[in-house]
């Protein structure tokens, strides 16, 4: 494992366009469960008040599973110390963009700039009809579901519901950073979910070094990882980040 941080700190080091792309294994040690899994969200909840169609014909019962979810809960998370590292490698000049698929906001509290929303973004909400941008604290949630000031429109969080696309402009900034990434970090993900677990594998397409923190192994592991760090992400971050200032 030592030879391996070594290894993976030289190439950080001297890489031009590296990219992160993560998962819901960055934000579980914020206290924030992964939607999958037996201490998954959807073992508590039921996945259909995230579904499009259903959220348009029945949105008090949906806004009031989100709300419990995104709102009350997500709403207190804290970015951890693997949020943090992110942010300085790219302050520091190292990282150029971070694709995230979660939803927290936690990269944006921890001071990462460039971040690509795969999936959008929980502390926003959008009209549907007008466009109009609402952060969470202008609204009450209170008072269910949310109507827009402009319109009356039922108020939706903005991120992807199942039944949506993939917001246009995150994919396309996406998948150019991946083309042009040089070395690209895997961080608490496991490659399940489509289309956002084929950026790793376009950027290894590219000629990207592919290089992947989890605590087990994943669906790029045997398939496109070069370099496997087994571990918690703030810890392994933690340890490139020191042993990147001793380099530099």
Not at 72 to 78: H, M, N, P, V
Not at 106 to 122: D, P, R, T
């Amino acid at each position: 494992m030592k030879n391996d941080l070594l290894r993976v700190a030289t190439l950080m080091k001297n890489s031009h366009s590296m990219i992160a792309f993560t998962g819901a294994g960055v934000s579980v040690e914020s206290g924030i469960p992964p939607f999958r899994g037996p201490e998954g969200l959807w073992s508590k909840y039921d996945p259909q008040c995230l579904d499009l169609d259903f959220f348009h014909t029945h949105p008090l019962e949906s806004w009031t599973a989100i709300k419990s979810i995104f709102y009350d809960f997500f709403g207190k998370a804290k970015f951890n110390e693997a949020h943090r590292v992110l942010a300085d490698f790219e302050a520091k000049g190292l990282l150029k963009a971070l694709v995230t698929q979660n939803i927290d906001n936690l990269h944006q509290m921890a001071g990462s700039k460039n971040v690509l929303e795969f999936h959008g973004n929980s502390q926003k909400l959008i009209c549907p009809h007008c466009k109009t941008i609402y952060l969470p604290n202008e609204v009450n949630l209170d008072d269910l579901p949310p109507f827009c000031k402009n319109d009356g429109e039922v108020l939706k969080p903005d991120f992807v519901f199942f039944g949506e696309g993939i917001p246009e402009e995150a994919y396309r900034r996406s998948i150019l950073a991946a083309q042009k990434a040089d070395v690209v970090l895997i961080i608490g993900t496991t490659g399940e979910v489509m289309p956002a677990a084929m950026i790793p594998t376009e950027a290894k397409r590219a000629g990207a070094v592919i290089i992947e923190i989890n605590t087990e192994p994943s669906n790029y592991t045997n398939n496109i990882t070069e370099i496997f760090l087994q571990g918690k992400a703030s810890e392994i971050l933690l340890e490139l980040e020191g042993l990147i200032h001793l380099k530099r």
